[in-house]
């Protein structure tokens, strides 16, 4: 101790009486501040993740899907499409959707999903184009045809092929985060069956 004095006397050049009473000086610990003027945390915050949710208070498109049925769908707005129909949505509109060929047929000899030319008519109509289109297939994914592929990028469309499910599901996200004018999505029931039809 006697010695720590006479080394804090020499360097602040008091007496070694004055050195034996003085205090040290001690600031508080400073409080660090953010880029935003907010004080920083000692530790990691709880994580909130409703103040995380972007599209929380963003309203769910008309046409977003609600229920998928193995004969239909139920739709946002209240519609129902049954009957085995598929659903075709665009631009904010929604469509009865038959694409199948005679005898419920929608695979073609090699078991790809192959499209009639005129299955996608609608889209050809609007303007402008949705520049994704997410096909829901029903309950299994299954290949595009070469000619079902060059049909839709003939549309200027780039292709998302799921099953029914999982394609109502994200066309449901997108159309919320993007807008239906830039999405469109062709579901088939997810109790379709090939050659039955939707069951």
């Known amino acids: 101790m006697a010695a720590s004095i006479r080394a804090l006397a020499a360097t602040a050049h008091v007496g070694p009486a004055a050195a034996a009473t003085a205090r040290i000086h001690t600031t508080a610990r400073r409080r660090t501040v953010g880029h935003n003027k907010e004080t920083v945390p000692d530790s990691a915050p ?3 993740f409703d103040r995380m949710d972007m599209l929380g208070q963003t309203p769910a498109p008309a046409t977003s899907v ?4 193995s004969d239909g769908f139920v739709l946002n707005s209240g519609i129902t499409i ?3 129909a598929g659903a075709l949505l665009v631009a904010g509109d929604a469509f009865e959707w038959r694409p199948w060929r005679p ?7 090699k078991g790809q999903w192959d499209l009639h030319p ?3 008519g609608v889209l050809a109509l609007v303007w402008p184009r949705p520049d994704l289109l997410v096909l829901g297939l029903g309950p299994d994914i299954r290949p595009l045809s070469p000619d079902t592929r060059r049909l839709i990028a003939s549309l200027g ?3 998302e092929v799921l099953d029914t499910r999982n394609a109502a599901s994200q066309f449901n ?4 985060e993007r807008g239906v004018r830039d999405v469109a999505a062709a579901l088939v029931p997810i109790g379709w069956r090939e050659g039955i039809g939707a069951v």
């Open 157 to 159: 469309m780039r292709v």
């Open 118 to 120: 005129d299955a996608l």
């Open 82 to 84: 049954l009957g085995g």
């Open 46 to 48: 709880t994580t909130d």
């Open 66 to 69: 609600d229920v998928c049925m």
């Open 173 to 176: 996200m997108l159309a919320t």
């Open 103 to 109: 005898g419920h047929r929608l695979l073609n000899d």
